[in-house]
């Protein structure tokens, strides 16, 4: 957030690193290429803050940050969500950048058309 890159197209990966530690995706964490799907990730970490009122990963140093980040653990989003509003945010934020939603399916999906 903040940063964009203009890629030739849908499927360039990008190598660069920036952007806020707490939102950064597990493959930047591991310095591998990335792609939009990085993006998603720090979506689906804005939207866990929004419900949970903090970030889904934090520590007191950016190694142990990573090292959350690459786990994947994070505190259940409230039980005062919908279950598919937690849903959306367990599959934003896979580890596996290419199980995560793409943007055109996210502002497709029935959650998002209400």
Not at 2 to 15: E, H, P, R, V, Y
Not at 16 to 44: H, R
Not at 95 to 108: E, V
Request: proline letters at 8%; charged letters at 15%.
């Amino acid at each position: 957030f903040g940063i964009w890159k203009l890629m030739n197209n849908t499927f360039d990966m990008a190598s660069t690193c920036i952007g806020t530690p707490q939102y950064l995706s597990p493959e930047l964490c591991q310095e591998v290429p990335y792609s939009s799907k990085s993006d998603i990730w720090a979506l689906g970490c804005l939207l866990y803050e929004i419900c949970a009122l903090a970030p889904p990963f934090s520590a007191t140093n950016l190694l142990s940050l990573f090292y959350k980040i690459t786990k994947g653990e994070y505190d259940p989003v409230p039980d005062v969500f919908s279950d598919s509003t937690a849903t959306l945010i367990h599959r934003m934020l896979c580890l596996d950048p290419g199980s995560r939603p793409s943007a055109g399916c996210l502002l497709s999906s029935a959650h998002l058309q209400k």
